[in-house]
């Protein structure tokens, strides 16, 4: 009793959004997928390093368990289990299918995909096609949507906004509101299923090195209309960013993985230029303090060690950047591998890689909360069963969400290249769900009543309205500039409460301030202003979920640090020794209080926090992160 | 060293309307790129007669030169904004819109037809389905991947387009960006198996013909694309296809 013609949109064009598309079509559903700009685009564009699978292609006798534990404990055990263990089981099948697409791996001398070596772990496991491995995933999914687009089975509807979902009277979502961005007419669209995909939030954070149309607005739209957004205080702050007044760009973390060292001169304020400084007279700080990992530990990690090396001690260059050095390598090594990269940097720092030190910076990169998705357990494997309709639905009942917009996989720090890994995964499990979803319903979109529609629709248009309207307020872009000054400032690397309280009084102040926005263009064609004011409105309501789920997590796990709650391995004491013990019961009793999933839900006076506690059936947290 | 930039921006309020020069005056900053400047001026839009106006309307996304999407023509030369750093520029700095493309909005244009071409020339390797079939596909060696990745680095941005005196409204050239991708995929071990549907795709009115071999496009491209050498390989090869079509295999 399947309803017939079952109609499906899936908003957003990057990975996730594709793969999700993909795999609805395949299953013979028309799929009407919406974006903000062509979907070739998307940010998965900007990934550079590469995607991790376990291919054990490199006689390191690399096993999917050991890429399992790494995430698990890269996350510091904040992801639940089950869905982490299928992610990294389905992984190398993802890099085979992918092969097949036409994806331009780099190769080994006789031809099958090469491996690279990437932080938080110690085998080659990271796929990669040059430095622009998202880029090139990116493409074979528009290419294969644009099949799909040939046969009929997928409409784009590119240049449209997402603004709202529309639920029937029993709370299940049944359409959308969208926004023509060139005629700026709202419009309805039913649905008998909704997936997101719409990416991070990094412009939340006003400078990150997240695309500019990352604003994370989507998820909170769906997010103020009652979907659960959990972990928002984990933000990452990648270690090597490129400092940048518009954004910062990205120096790839393969840049690491292939031998790249951190350092600082000894001697502060040495005046030398680097490529002059004797190895004698160089700290490479994470070799000293790491020996086991070296420059090659996880991310929240070697962010940390900068913002101690630059502010605690003050041994930053020009204050707050540090050296990555690549010049040691072969110039020719370089380009093949990292080509991509190393011209970004030429271009917009200026200077060869392959001659000077680059000078990097930790920028916010990437967000590892994000809506609440659900997952259902296979008790016969322990691992995620599939398909199943729970798979990556909200807690609003016909909305889906995945990519880096779902709050899944990564727990409290995500791994280097395990984005584009949970992007694609979670995508395919996405689509699979929904296709497996809309067989068990029982009524059609076209069945509900036009009232939650219309009602959604003038919603929507009144909004608009009243921002066209207001006359000498808050110009939108600096407002937007200012709320991200405050939460790069105050909801940082290290926070403290002091700081958290007065970055939620200072968004309280911006929330009101932002009622007050007028636009300099009253126009009703090709608005940005519009399209951005409303933008920036969602922002702060997402900007109050982190900042309030940071200010109330009082303890150190993985992105979220608060010095006050600092719990320290005992300086050169191991497993087994009495003072490493002692240590481990401590942590353990902390993940008593702590190891649970923040969950926020919107209420008018701002975020509710409340915590679900996390599935560590597959790897029980025993093992304090070390990676001495 | 001035402590404003000057900037003169070709505007247009919507397709059909005049078009129109309007100047500003932004506050310098060093390592100001274009479109770092013109994120400046949505912040104080201001003219340089001291008129708050509209902000002008671009398009941007990845501000890093991997997604295309902020491609306009900066001094006279199509390249992507944001790689046009200011202080290599020379002022006023004068932009203006992709010329071949329809106008949406001041520098905003709507570069469809490329990605309708992509469909045209099935730019894709036909597969069964996105699943696993516990296989990959063949291996590929380290140079032919070498020239394939060339290639797969085309974002679409419409550079070449732009230059190619052969492609514009008045003909149905499909343009050098479809060509080469149509090579890509036919270089590919599986892709190949649908070799010949885009040859046919490329002969006849708006095909490989109509190229006029000016290689601008070459020149243009700021990924470096050897488009040049993939329209003449798909000439030779539509040839080769036409003439097979032609006594029937």
New interface residues.
């Given amino acids: 009793m399947a309803i017939k013609k079952p109609r499906i949109i899936v908003v957003g064009g990057g990975l996730g959004g594709l793969?999700a598309t993909?795999?609805i079509a395949?299953a013979g559903n028309k799929v009407d997928l919406f974006s903000l700009?062509?979907v070739?685009?998307?940010?998965s564009?900007?990934a550079q390093g590469g995607i991790n699978a376990c291919m054990d292609t490199k006689g390191q006798h690399d096993s999917i368990w050991q890429h399992t534990v790494d995430t698990i404990k890269g996350g510091a055990y904040l992801g639940h289990q089950p869905p982490i263990k299928s992610m990294c089981e389905?992984a190398p099948?993802?890099m085979?299918?992918y092969?097949?697409?036409?994806?331009?791996?780099?190769?080994?001398?006789?031809?099958?995909?090469d491996l690279r070596l990437f932080g938080g772990v110690k085998n080659k496991r990271t796929c990669f096609?040059?430095a622009?491995t998202g880029?090139?995933l990116l493409?074979a999914c528009d290419?294969?949507v644009?099949?799909h687009?040939?046969r009929g089975l997928v409409e784009k509807f590119?240049w449209w906004e997402f603004l709202s979902i529309v639920k029937d009277a029993s709370g299940r979502c049944r359409g959308i509101v969208a926004m023509d961005l060139?005629s700026m007419e709202t419009r309805v669209f039913r649905a008998d299923a909704v997936v997101l995909a719409t990416g991070g939030l990094g412009l939340v954070f006003g400078k990150s090195t997240n695309?500019?149309?990352s604003t994370g607005a989507a998820a909170s739209r769906v997010y103020q209309q009652g979907a659960k957004f959990v972990n928002g205080e984990f933000i990452q702050f990648h270690p090597t960013g490129m400092p940048?007044?518009?954004?910062n760009?990205?120096m790839s973390e393969a840049a690491r993985g292939e031998g790249g060292r951190f350092w600082v001169p000894r001697k502060k304020g040495d005046p030398r230029p680097p490529e002059t400084i004797p190895e004698e007279d160089r700290w490479h700080f994470l070799e000293e303090w790491y020996p086991a990992y070296g420059n090659t530990v996880p991310r929240d990690v070697a962010a940390r060690a900068i913002y101690k090396v630059v502010y605690e001690q003050g041994m930053g260059l020009e204050n707050d950047l540090v050296y990555l050095d690549l010049s040691h390598k072969d110039p020719d090594f370089l380009r093949r591998r990292l080509g991509?990269i190393l011209e970004?940097y030429e271009?917009?720092a200026g200077g060869d890689p392959t001659k000077i030190p680059m000078k990097i910076y930790p920028a916010v990169h990437y967000s590892m909360g994000g809506l609440w998705v659900d997952w259902e357990l296979d008790t016969a494997t322990g691992a995620m069963k599939q398909p199943s309709p729970r798979n990556h639905q909200c807690s609003i009942p016909g909305l889906f969400a995945c990519g880096e917009c779902d709050g899944a996989y990564h727990g409290a720090n995500r791994l280097g290249a395990n984005s584009l890994l949970s992007a694609s995964y979670s995508g395919?499990v996405c689509g699979e769900s929904v296709a497996a979803y809309i067989k068990g319903l029982a009524d059609s979109c076209e069945d509900v009543p036009e009232g939650p529609f219309s009602d959604e629709k003038k919603r929507q248009d009144d909004l608009n309205r009243q921002l066209l309207a207001n006359r000498d307020g808050e110009?939108p872009?600096?407002l937007h500039?200012q709320m991200g000054d405050l939460m790069r400032e105050k909801v940082g690397i290290v926070r403290t409460n002091k700081g958290l309280d007065e970055a939620l009084e200072g968004l309280k102040e911006i929330k009101e301030r932002a009622r007050n926005i007028s636009l300099?263009?009253s126009?009703s064609?090709?608005n940005?202003?519009l399209a951005h004011a409303r933008g920036v409105q969602d922002m702060i309501v997402l900007a109050e979920v982190i900042a309030k789920s940071a200010r109330m997590r009082d303890e150190c796990r993985g992105s979220h640090w608060k010095p006050e709650f600092v719990l320290d391995i005992p300086e050169g004491k191991f497993p087994g020794d009495p003072e490493f013990e002692e240590y481990r019961a401590k942590w353990k009793r902390n993940n008593e209080e702590w190891l649970k999933t923040t969950v926020a839900e919107h209420q008018p006076d701002g975020p509710r926090i409340s915590y679900e506690p996390v599935d560590t059936s597959v790897l029980p947290a025993d093992q304090p992160r070390d990676y001495r | 060293m001035s402590d404003v930039i000057r900037l003169k921006v070709k505007r247009q309020?919507?397709p059909g309307s005049s078009p129109y020069w309007e100047e500003y005056e932004v506050p310098y900053?060093p390592?100001?790129?274009v479109?770092?400047l013109l994120?400046a001026l949505?912040?104080?839009?201001v003219n340089a007669k001291g008129e708050?106006?509209?902000?002008v309307?671009y398009?941007?996304?990845?501000?890093?030169?991997?997604?295309?999407?902020c491609t306009m023509i900066v001094n006279g030369e199509v390249r992507q904004a944001c790689?046009a750093?200011v202080d290599t520029l020379e002022q006023p700095i004068v932009l203006e819109p992709m010329s071949k493309f329809p106008l949406?909005?001041d520098l905003?244009v709507d570069?469809?037809s490329m990605?309708d071409a992509?469909?045209k020339v099935?730019?894709?390797?036909?597969?069964d389905?996105?699943?696993?079939?516990?296989?990959?596909?063949p291996?590929?060696?380290?140079q032919d991947?070498e020239k394939?990745?060339d290639f797969?680095?085309c974002?679409?941005c419409g550079c070449c387009m732009e230059v190619c005196p052969q492609f514009n409204s008045k003909s149905s050239f499909i343009g050098p960006a479809p060509i080469g991708q149509a090579w890509r995929?036919s270089d590919?071990p599986?892709?190949r198996y649908f070799k010949a549907e885009r040859m046919r795709a490329l002969m006849g009115d708006g095909g490989i013909t109509d190229c006029g071999n000016a290689q601008n496009c070459v020149r243009a491209c700021p990924k470096d694309i050897k488009l040049t050498d993939a329209i003449a390989k798909v000439g030779r090869d539509t040839t080769i296809q036409m003439l097979k079509d032609l006594f029937g295999r």
Avoid at chain 1, 244 to 247: L, N
Avoid at chain 2, 122 to 127: G, K, L, S, T
Avoid at chain 2, 129 to 137: F, L, P, V
């Fill in positions: 793969w993909m795999r395949e700009f062509p070739k685009r998307s940010h564009a900007c389905d099948g993802l085979r299918t092969d097949r697409m036409g994806v331009t791996w780099s190769r080994t001398p006789e031809g099958v995909m096609a040059g622009t880029q090139q493409y290419e294969q644009r099949a687009e040939a590119e060139r695309s500019t149309n940048g007044d518009d954004k760009r990205l991509g970004i271009k917009f395919r110009n872009f600096l500039k300099d263009d126009g064609w090709s940005q202003p | 309020e919507r900053r390592q100001h790129n479109i770092s994120m949505r912040e104080n839009p708050r106006v509209a902000p309307t398009e941007a996304n990845c501000v890093e030169e991997v997604c295309g999407a790689s750093l949406v909005r905003l570069r469809q990605l992509l469909r099935r730019a894709w390797v036909d597969i389905g996105s699943y696993d079939i516990h296989e990959q596909s291996r590929i060696s380290p991947w394939h990745y797969s680095r974002m679409s995929f590919h599986t892709g």
